[in-house]
């Protein structure tokens, strides 16, 4: 299974980076290819990282200046390359510029977004 995993943010030290790493170490990827999207930057230690891990880097870090453009180029890559499923994983709204470029080159696809809710404690007797 061909699985292309965009990382919406800056591929660097921080929270959506080592999820990423953290699934990519401990899950079976027996018979998975897995191609990681940067769309902003990568830091070399975790491109190194990526490698060690058998995974293929691929770069479209136009996606904050020019999201139409990156759609597209996006749903050539996903076309080009025959992936079974796309993943964005990040925390930005802007996902859907991720989503359509998958459904534009027919992938299957779907997000994540780190979010931590918010919780309002009125009353300290509600723990």
């Given at each position: ?15 959506v ?31 190194k ?22 759609m ?56």
């Open positions: 299974m061909k699985i292309l995993i965009i990382h919406t943010m800056a591929i660097d030290y921080n929270g980076t080592d999820c990423i790493v953290q699934y990519l170490k401990h899950m079976n990827r027996e018979g998975m290819e897995a191609t990681i999207l940067s769309t902003v930057t990568v830091h070399p230690d975790f491109e990282l990526f490698q060690e891990l058998g995974c293929r880097l691929e770069r479209i870090e136009i996606r904050k200046e020019h999201p139409l453009r990156y597209f180029r996006l749903a050539k890559l996903v076309r080009r390359e025959k992936f079974d499923l796309v993943h964005a994983h990040g925390n930005s709204a802007t996902m859907f510029f991720d989503m359509a470029g998958a459904k534009l080159g027919v992938a299957g696809s779907g997000s994540h977004m780190d979010i931590v809710p918010v919780v309002e404690i009125r009353n300290w007797t509600d723990f």
